[in-house]
């Protein structure tokens, strides 16, 4: 095994490094004398952790046919199938860890990655206050 080759963390190892993140980043802020909101410092580790979501340029689109659909109708669909996909992923990451989420949306499509990365931020600093995994300043 190379030392380039990182083994994969758990769970509970993944949870534990982003506490002790948070834990430094919020003694380096006080020790600075600023002050910011717990979920944007949560923020920050996480990226720190993960990475920054990838910039996904946009796909030029070739103009259409109007349809006949009115805008807004018979996207429900395709919404929900993305939804539950990203709600699949979000279980993974609970399930298995975070990086085997990101490696699954990966696979997938740039644009399902960075959604996860933005939904995770939320969800996952969410769900960690709630299982009292992270502590959030009363």
């Given at each position: 095994?190379?030392?380039?080759?990182?083994?994969?963390?758990?769970?509970?190892?993944?949870?534990?490094?982003?506490?002790?993140?948070?834990?430094?980043?919020?003694?380096?802020?006080?020790?600075?004398?600023?002050?910011?909101?717990?979920?944007?410092?949560?923020?920050?580790?996480?990226?720190?952790?993960?990475?920054?979501?990838?910039?996904?340029?946009?796909?030029?689109?070739?103009?259409?046919?109007?349809?006949?659909?009115?805008?807004?109708?018979?996207?429900?669909?395709?919404?929900?199938?993305?939804?539950?996909?990203?709600?699949?992923?979000v279980?993974?990451?609970?399930?298995?860890?975070?990086?085997?989420?990101?490696?699954?949306?990966?696979?997938?499509?740039?644009w399902?990655?960075?959604?996860?990365?933005?939904?995770?931020?939320?969800?996952?600093?969410?769900?960690?206050?709630?299982?009292?995994?992270?502590?959030?300043?009363?």
């Amino acid at each position: 095994m190379t030392e380039d080759a990182k083994t994969p963390e758990t769970l509970p190892e993944e949870i534990k490094e982003l506490e002790l993140m948070l834990e430094e980043k919020k003694r380096a802020l006080a020790e600075r004398g600023e002050e910011r909101e717990h979920k944007e410092i949560f923020r920050e580790a996480f990226k720190e952790k993960f990475g920054p979501a990838p910039r996904v340029l946009p796909t030029p689109i070739a103009p259409s046919e109007p349809s006949a659909t009115p805008k807004g109708k018979g996207d429900d669909t395709a919404f929900y199938a993305r939804e539950e996909e990203m709600q699949s992923l979000v279980q993974l990451s609970f399930a298995k860890g975070v990086r085997q989420a990101i490696e699954a949306a990966r696979r997938e499509s740039p644009w399902l990655l960075d959604e996860l990365h933005d939904r995770l931020i939320d969800e996952y600093y969410q769900k960690l206050v709630q299982a009292h995994q992270i502590q959030e300043p009363s």
